[in-house]
């Protein structure tokens, strides 16, 4: 791919160009802002993600304040060199709400239906929060006190708790024991280092593979 410089791009008169923001290594869109010159500038200059904050009118260097800086692996423009598209490695989440992509919500019919998604980020910044902190009064601290070992046995009788109760027929005490298989399921990935993501990745490469539901 040939590359450009910032001449090439075509700023309207209002100086600002639409910057999609893309995770260089899952290919996850994690925001969309605005960039002027300087903000593209400063992108090219330092490596890492600068931005125009409209509400703020100033530059913004993202992550500058909570150091979840975005370095920069590639800038890219589009067919009318009037919008961007930066390729990142973020340190952290890219929304303020601590989401590691702004689009955590899904827009349906069914108020149903993102519950799912949803339910899995906050679990996810839950854990993550309470294993970076260890507050005493949290469940997850004696979970990661008492060691990976134990984190895993928990996960094998919440497993077994969860068949009983579809094999029963148990239809009250089926979701309440798979939220506590999933629950704990989720601190054991992440003694081992893993997220969620990872594993919402997974399914989503084998849905794409095979065009099926994920499953084996
Ligand atoms: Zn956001």
Redesign the pocket.
């Known amino acids: 791919m040939t590359t450009y410089g910032l001449d090439a791009l075509a700023f309207p008169e209002h100086g600002l160009l639409p910057v999609a923001t893309q995770d260089a290594e899952s290919g996850e869109l994690l ?1 969309l802002a605005w960039a002027d010159r300087e903000a593209v500038e400063a992108t090219l200059a330092s490596g890492e993600a600068h931005y125009r904050s409209r509400s703020r009118d100033e530059l913004w260097h993202k992550g500058a304040t909570s150091g979840n800086v975005q370095r920069i692996e590639e800038i890219r423009f589009d067919c009318d060199a009037d919008a961007l598209l930066y390729r990142v490695r973020p340190a952290g989440p ?4 601590g ?1 590691r ?2 689009f ?1 919500r899904t827009l349906g019919a069914d108020p149903d239906a993102p519950v799912a998604a949803d339910a899995w980020g906050t679990l996810q910044r839950v854990v993550d929060r309470r294993l970076a902190e260890l507050p005493d009064d949290s469940y997850v601290t004696a979970l990661h006190r008492r060691g990976t070992g134990y984190v895993a046995q928990k996960v094998v009788e919440e497993a077994g708790e969860t068949v009983v109760a579809a094999l029963t027929h148990d239809d009250e005490g089926l979701p309440e024991e798979a939220a506590d298989l999933i629950f704990h399921l989720t601190v054991l990935l992440r003694e081992r280092g893993i997220g969620l993501d990872a594993v919402a990745r997974t399914l989503l490469a084998r849905h794409q593979e095979r065009g099926d539901d994920g499953s084996d």
């Open positions: 925001m890219a929304c303020h709400t989401a992509s702004c955590y």
